[in-house]
């Protein structure tokens, strides 16, 4: 059984105040032992306060983003080790607005999950396709080869530590929610890229989150498809009463 697995992106949102705020309303309302996990994903100058907010709950923390490096001149950069130091389980990798805002590559992605997983820190690795890929029906084609791209080179044992967050770039952030089946039949798809790639066993544990514009009154159908094991959720996460109505439909 995969247990569901509800992220907040809150991308380059809130300030600290009003972070901490809403990690607080969270650690309160979720529960300990619960059948969804959890996990918030702060601007990584308020992981520190994000962190001490959510202390002794079940709520997770993670991190937007990280270098691939474990140390020395890279400025402004922030490592695995660095991001576990201030309590980080979990960091997001690959993220569409880091592929096409700041222009990583499916190489760069690739540096940074395998020192994620050197380190010890599980990262949730994006893929998805944009609208033109769609309309000219490469959706599957551009997902798979990021997959074959960003996840080059893992052991059976480290690809079972990764989540896969399906995040097709045109339901970013634009109300534009993919249909359950048009999700469905992207997951139902990557869960035989892995079972080719690896194995069934393997294929059937590995958790996939879908993405884009994922809202309370549209989680429970998304969630509810065979192949769809969670959300990586942007513009709702940054509302406790939404982020919870999204556990909640989970
Ligand atoms: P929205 O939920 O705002 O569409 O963002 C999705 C996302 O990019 C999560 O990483």
Redesign the pocket.
């Known amino acids: 059984m995969r247990k569901p697995f509800i992220a907040g992106?809150w991308k380059m949102n809130l300030d600290r105040a009003g972070a901490v705020a809403l990690a607080k309303e969270l650690a309160a309302a979720v529960p300990a032992d619960g059948p969804v996990q959890v996990a918030i994903c702060p601007p990584a100058v308020y992981l520190d306060a994000v962190r001490e907010a959510i202390a002794g709950s079940a709520v997770e923390l993670g991190a937007q983003n990280m270098y691939h490096e474990a140390s020395g001149a890279f400025t402004g950069e922030t490592s695995a080790a660095m991001l576990q130091d201030v309590g980080c389980q979990w960091v997001?990798l690959g993220?569409?607005?880091r592929r096409h805002v700041l222009g990583e590559t499916d190489a760069d992605i690739n540096r940074k999950v395998h020192a994620a997983l050197a380190a010890g820190l599980p990262p949730i690795v994006?893929v998805g396709e944009t609208l033109d890929e769609r309309e000219a029906g490469r959706t599957q084609e551009v997902v798979r080869s990021q997959c074959d791209g960003s996840l080059a080179g893992l052991t059976e044992e480290q690809m079972a530590k990764v989540v896969i967050?399906y995040?097709p770039v045109w339901?970013?952030?634009?109300g534009k929610v993919a249909t359950p089946a048009q999700a469905e039949e992207v997951h139902n798809d990557l869960r035989k890229y892995f079972e080719n790639r690896y194995n069934h066993a393997l294929a059937e544990g590995v958790r996939i989150q879908y993405?884009?514009?994922?809202k309370p009154d549209n989680a429970k159908e998304l969630l509810s498809q065979p192949n769809i094991d969670g959300a990586?959720?942007?513009?709702?996460a940054l509302k406790a009463d939404s982020f919870l109505g999204i556990i909640a439909g989970a």
Do not use: D, F, Y
């Open positions: 992106n997001i993220h569409s607005e994006c967050a995040e339901a970013i952030g634009t993405g884009g514009s994922v990586l959720v942007g513009g709702a």
